[in-house]
C-alpha cells in the first residue's frame, strides 16, 4: 500500500557513513533511503556573547539544501539574499534538539556548530539533519576528551529524529516524499535514546487528527527512533 | 504555587474586543491575562499566483510585536531590515491553523490576510493570536455572507490555541510570562471547536518529557480551548 | 463646506490616555478624530556612541503604521525587508522636533527612545505622533525625576505638531484624511508651548501659495498648537 | 562678519555650464561658491505604473554623493546597501519641487529622470540640485519640443531652491558648509520664477525661531532665488 | 620541492564519477586530489527575457562553497545575506567559460543551469568547477539528444580550466591550497579541447611576472587541460 | 577600419587632469578618449582589522559608475540596495594592481582607499580607473611625504593598464565602446612602468583566440601602458 512496498512501521534502509571530510572536527553522510544529508561539526574556542563567562559552551546548527537536490532546481539561498523561513525553522529545530542532550557546562566554553546540508532530498531531510548531526557532534567530541581537553563527556544522552504521519488514512513510520507530499498529518518526533522526549511537532494541513491517532504515531516513532540510535551507536563505535 | 496565584488548571481571564479599528473587514482585540494582541483581518479580491485559476481561497497571516511590548525594548524589525526567525515560524504558524478550519472552495478565489500585531506582551502571544485571529477572520466572513458574495460558509469550525507546560514540576494550563521563562518544557495546542487537533508544538530546552506528561498537557489543553471557544463564539455573536 | 463640518479653525476632537501599557517608562494614545497613535518612551542608560562620555543624552524616535491601520491594507515594513522613505522622513522628524524641547545636559547620559505606531489614521499622523509623543517623554522624564535620578527638568517646554492646508481654496487646521488628499498645499507645524517654532515644512503638490496664504496658515497653526499644548498639560498632570 | 566676508545678503558665485555629458539629454554641472552638483536629464518613453494610461508624465529624481565630496570620505551608499534617510528625503525633495514646475499633461506620457550627483560639496547641495537640476530638465524639454514630439512647453516656471538660515544672531542668505555646521536655524525655500512658494522647509536643532525671523529669512530667499532664475535663464538660452 | 612531492608539471590525480544524484539532468563529482566539487546539470524550458524569442540557449552557473569545505568553517552565504565578491566572480567566470563551448543555435530556447558545490576544498576549486562543470552539462545534453529534442549536438567542444603559478620561483602545474596561499603569482587557464583559449586570468599580489614565465605557465597549462579534457572524454562515454 | 578611424595600434587621446577636487589628499580626471573617471585618494590613520599592528598599510579601491554615465540610464547601485557583481569585480581589481606597486612597509600603518568614479563611459573605464587612480594615489603619497610622515617612497613604480581586444579580425589598441560591444576577445593588461606584468585577464565570449594572438596582444598592451605612464608621470611631476 506504500509507494515503496514498506510495511507501515519499516523504516527505510539506513547508513552512516562518519569521516566524510578531511577538515572537520566531526563528520558523516547519513543515508535514510534516498534522502542524503552531509554533516559536519565544527569546534571553536569561542562562544556566543550572550554565555561568555558563563563556563558553559554552546551548540548551534545550520542547514541547508543544495539546489538540486530536489525533483525541479530550488533558487540557491545565497543568491537569493536570505534563508527562508523554512530553513530558519529547521536550523533552529536541530540546534535546540541537539543542545537537549548536551551537558554544557562539561562541555566547557566551547562551541560546536553542526552544518547539515542536503545533497540529495527525498523527505524527512530534517529529522536526517538531527540523527546524522548528532553523530557528527559526537565524533567532535570524542577528539575533544581523546586529548584530555574535556574530562567528562558532555553528550549526555544519543538524540534522534524520524517522521510519521497519516498516509492513504494509514499511520505510516519515516515518509519518504511521495508520501510526505500527500499525507494530510505528519510530525517530527525528537527523542533521546532512552525514549524520552525532546520536541513533538504534529502538523495537520487540509485535515486534523484525534489523540488516537497522535498516540499511534507516538507509537511508531518510538520504534523508529529505538532503530536510528542503534545505527548512531554502530557508527561512532565503528 | 503559580506566581499569579491561578490553579494548575486555571486560564488568564480572556476577553475578546470587536470592532476595535473602522477599517478592517473584521478587528478584534484579545485579551488573555496582561498579554493584548490587535487582530485584524483584511478582504482582497486577489489569490497568490500558486492558486490563481483553481477556485480556490487563501488566508494568510502576519505577526509583529511593537518594539515596548516587551519588558526591555526589542529592536523593530522594520528597522533591522528583517523579520527573526521566531516571527516568520509564529506567522506561519498562524496561517496554517487558520486555513485548517476554512473550507477554501467555499471561500472562493479571495484572500484574507489575518495581521496580528502585540500591542503589550506577558507570554503566550502567539495562541492568543490564532484565537483572535480566528475571530477577526470569521467578523470579515459574515460581511461576505451578508452580502451574498459567499453564500456557504467557509469557516467549518472555530481554530483556538493555548500553551501548557511543565512549570516547577507542575503541569500548568496557559502559562504567562514569568513561568514561559522558567518552564523546562511547554507546547502550544491549536484545535478545531469539536477537539480534534490542528497542530501540536511540545518542546523542552534544558528537560525532557514523558509520554504520562504529554498526556497530562493535552488534558489542560483540551480543557483551555474549550473555554477559549465559549469565548469566541460569544464575541462574534455578540 | 469641510467634509466633517468643522469650522476653518476648527481641529479635531484630542484625547491623550496616558500609562496604556504596563512595560513603557511613558506611554499614552493620543486619538485626534480617527487618527489613533500609541506612543511608549523607553529610557536606557546608555547613549549612541557619538556622545558617549559627553555627559549629554539622546532622544531618538521610531516610527510605524501597522498593516491595516489605513483604508486599504499597506505591506508591513517588516516583511518588506526596510523602511520606505516616508517613514524614514516622519521618524527623523520626530525625534529632531522632540529633542529641540530637551536641555540633553540636564537628562544626563541616558537615552530615551520614543516609539510612534499608528493604530488607525485618518491623517496627521506625524502631528499626532509628535504632540502624543512628548506627552510619553514626560512621563518618563517624570519617573527619573521622582527616583531623583534627575534632578533639573530636562523637558524646558512642551512640544507639539499641527498640520495646516489650503483646501477647496480655503486655509484649514488640522486636515483629516479626505481633505489631505484633496489638498493642493498643506504643512506641518511644530511649535514649542510659547508659540516659538521648531520646524516648518510647507509643501505643495500641483499648486503653489504665496506669503499672504503661508501667513494665513501659521495664524491657524499657532491657534491649534496652544489647543494641544492645554491638553498635554491636562494629560501629564492628570 | 560671515567667514567668507560676504555680506547678510550675498549669494556666493553661481556658474551652471550646460551639456556637460555627451550621453544625457539635459546635462549642467552647477557651481554654487565651492558646491558643484552635476545633474543629467533622462528622457524615456515609459511612465510608472500608477499613472500608465492617464496621458500625464513623470517627472523624478535622484541624488547622491560622491564618497569624497566631503571633507572626510563618506562610506559609499552602494556598499553600505542602502540609500542614507538624507538621501532619500533630498532626492524625494527635488523630485516633488521640479514636478510643481511641470504640467504633465504638456509632457505626456514621457518619464524624464534628473539625477543630481554631488561632486564637491560645501554646503546648500540639495538646493543647488534643484536649481541645477531644473536646468537640465529644461534641455531635454527644449530637444523633445525641437522634434516636436512635444508641441505645448510642459515647463510652465522654473523651478529654483536656496536656503537660509540664522547665523551668529543674524539672518544669512545661501549658507556654506563652514555656516551650516554652526547654524541654529536653517531652511530651504523652493520657489517658482514668480516668487510662488513650492516648499518651506524650516527647521532647527538646539534653537527656534520667531515669526519675525520667519520673514526676514523669507525676504532673503526672495532675492535669492531671483538672482538664481536669472542664472538659469542665462543659461538655457545660451 | 613541491609540498605534495609532485613534479613542477604534474596535476594531481583527477577522477569524475558521474550521475551522482538522482534528481538532476546531469551530475558528476569531480576529484582533483582534495578538491572535490559537485556538479549538477539542471534542464529548463525557459530562457532569460533578454533572449526570449532569439531562438538561443542560454548556460549559466552558479558556485558555493560548503561552510566547512575549508580548513577553519566560512561563514554560510545564505546566512550572511549575499554572496561574496570571490563566489560572484567565480560563478560568472564559469557560466563564461561554458557558454564558450556551446552553439547555443544548436541548444535551442532552452536553459542549462550548472551548479558547482565545494564539498572539500584543497585549492583551485574555480578549475575543478568548470572541467567537471562541462561534464554535468554534456551528460544533459546527451539526454536531449537521446529523445530527440535536440538534433545537433549543440556542445562544440569540451571545456576543461587548470591553474599553474609560480610557487618559490618555479613555475608549477595545479596548483593545491599549501601551494596557492604562498605563490605570489598565479593564473587560471581556461582552454577548448583543442587548445584554443577562452580566458586567461593571471593575477600577482606582491610580486610580478615577465613574458617569459607567462610563456611558460601558458605550457604548462597546455599540458594540463589536455589531460583533463581526457579525463572527461573518459567519463561522458562510461 | 575602425569606427574612430584610428590605427590599429592607436591609442585614444589621454589627459590627466589633477587636484581637482579640494577636500582629497590626491585627485584627477582622467580621460581617455570620452570616457572620464574621477579618481580621489583618501588617506586615513587606520588599517583593515586584519593587518592591525603588523606595520603594514593598505591601499583599497571602489568603483562606481554614475547612473546616466552610459548611453541609456543605469540603475543607480544605491537604489538598488547592492553593488552589481561586475562593479565587485572591478574594484577588487583596481585595489589588488595598485596595491602591486606598494610597498607596504614603507607606507606604515595608513590606509588609502582609492575612489574611481565613472562620469562618461565610452569603453575602457577599468582602466583609466587604475591609470588614474593611481595618479591620485601619487598626489597622496607626496603630501605625506612633503610633511615627513613617510620618509622612504612607497610607489615603487607607476601602475597602468590597457585593454586590447580583437575587433573585426584585427588586433587593436585601446578599445573605446562600439569596438567593445563588437569584439569577440578582449582583455586587461595592468603593468608595472618596467613593463613586468600584475594582471593579465583575457576573456572571449563567442569566439576563442590562440598564444599568437595573445602574444600580439601583449605587444600591443606594452606600446600603450607605455604611453601612459609617461602620461602619469607629466602629470604628478607637473
Known amino acids: 500500500m506504500r509507494p515503496s512496498g514498506r510495511e507501515l512501521n519499516e523504516m527505510r534502509p539506513v547508513s552512516i ?43 548551534t546548527a545550520e542547514y ?40 554544557r557546562s562539561a562541555l566547557g566554553e566551547r562551541q560546536i556548530t553542526v552544518d547539515c546540508d542536503v545533497i540529495q532530498a527525498d523527505g524527512g531531510t530534517r529529522c536526517a539533519s538531527i540523527t546524522g548531526g548528532w553523530v557528527a557532534l559526537k565524533l567532535a567530541v570524542q577528539k575533544l576528551m581523546k586529548t584530555g581537553q574535556v574530562v567528562s563527556d558532555p553528550l549526555i544522552s544519543p538524540v534522534a529524529a524520524v517522521s510519521c504521519g497519516i498516509y492513504a488514512g494509514q499511520p505510516v513510520l519515516d515518509l519518504d516524499y511521495p508520501e510526505d507530499s500527500e499525507a494530510g498529518v505528519d510530525g517530527n518526533f525528537i527523542m533521546l535514546g532512552n525514549g524520552q522526549m525532546i520536541e513533538t511537532q504534529m502538523s495537520a494541513e ?26 548512531q551507536m554502530a557508527a561512532v563505535n565503528a
Open 206 to 231: 487540509g485535515a486534523t487528527y484525534s489523540r488516537d491517532q497522535m498516540n499511534q504515531l507516538l507509537d511508531l516513532a518510538e520504534k523508529g527512533v529505538a532503530e536510528l540510535v542503534a545505527a
Open 17 to 59: 557513513e562518519t569521516n566524510v571530510t578531511k577538515h572537520a572536527e566531526g563528520s558523516c553522510m547519513i543515508r535514510m533511503g534516498d534522502t542524503h544529508v552531509l554533516c559536519t561539526a565544527t569546534l571553536e574556542d569561542r562562544v556566543p556573547p550572550f554565555i561568555k563567562g558563563s563556563g558553559l559552551g554552546w551548540v
Open 64 to 103: 541547508g539544501m543544495l539546489p538540486r537536490s530536489t525533483t525541479s532546481r530550488m533558487r540557491r539561498e545565497a543568491a537569493m539574499g536570505k534563508q527562508g523561513g523554512r530553513t530558519v525553522e529547521i536550523q533552529r529545530l536541530i540546534g535546540r534538539s541537539l543542545r537537549a542532550g548536551v551537558d
